[in-house]
């Protein structure tokens, strides 16, 4: 019988000062307690009780095995009560809202293997391009690009999304290459939904801001379509490095004026207060982060340019 099964036998006879009292306790027989009274003597090599009148008192030897055993006892049962409150917190519902371009491409992976990680953390996926206040909403956690809206939540700003210009080959063998900002003019753009009308793009280089009018006569409201109408040959578009890149390297579209900058954008996470920052909220933002780091286009916070995602 192992040792601390022997050392709550051994308390409970003390505790009710005779072998049947901590018997009943233990839920079994007046002579198994007795044996394994034996079998921790015979471990601690010493007598441990002596009988009186009144029942068993503890020896000189007892009293130290008494102490030591009420300590490891305690010890115990506060580590099952811990391991028990981790997988409480690694465990249940977590929400996180989402862009749809981010959460096609990053997020719903990274939920994959979380599940296969932490299989009793179950995790819904809002994908949304509307700006949501994660409060009112009832959001475990945010991912927000660009710009956070109004909200009642906690915002921290964790990495930086780069942007880039892809057109299809067949598309500017067509309309032509740009070999300056200016030249976008002549194409034709695709917007990323209509609310708000895009009518110019900036570019960077060397220091200076190229600003550029563009016209745009078709509007996709999902990524995949835009992406379509990329490959349909409908225009040029500014789209995250990160989802561009295997399209650029099979030769199914091509950058344009790639020794410009196009904006970037910064990635936000918004929750509702501190205190929401719990086990599950941490595990997901440790596990997004890694995903961050090593995906292209996108930098952490602190980091310099190229530091982490080398240009498709």
Known sequence: MDLLNLLESFVRVIDHGSLSGGARQR????????QQLHLLEAQVGRELVFRTNKGVKPTAAGKIVYDHAQKMLRQ??????????????????????????????????LIFDLRRQYPDLSISIRMEDDLIDVVRDDIDLAIRTGVTGDTSGITRKVAISETCLVASADYVSKHGVPQVPEDLSDLKYIQYRNEKPVNSLQLFRDGKKHEVGVYSEFAAGHPQVMVQALLNSIGFTRMPLFMMRDYVK????????PDYECEEKPVYLVYPSREAMTRKAEIFIE??????????????????PGQLAQPV
Do not use: C, N, W, Y
């Open 250 to 257: 099979t030769g199914q579209l091509q950058r344009l004026l």
């Open 287 to 304: 596990a997004m982060l890694e995903r961050f780091r090593g995906a292209h286009g996108i930098r952490l916070v602190g980091q310099k």
């Open 27 to 34: 839920h079994i027989s007046q002579p198994a307690m007795s």
């Open 76 to 109: 115990s049962a506060q580590m099952f009560e811990e391991v028990q409150e981790q997988a409480a917190a690694e465990s249940g519902s977590f929400v996180v809202s989402v862009s749809q371009p981010m959460g096609s491409d990053i997020i719903t992976p």
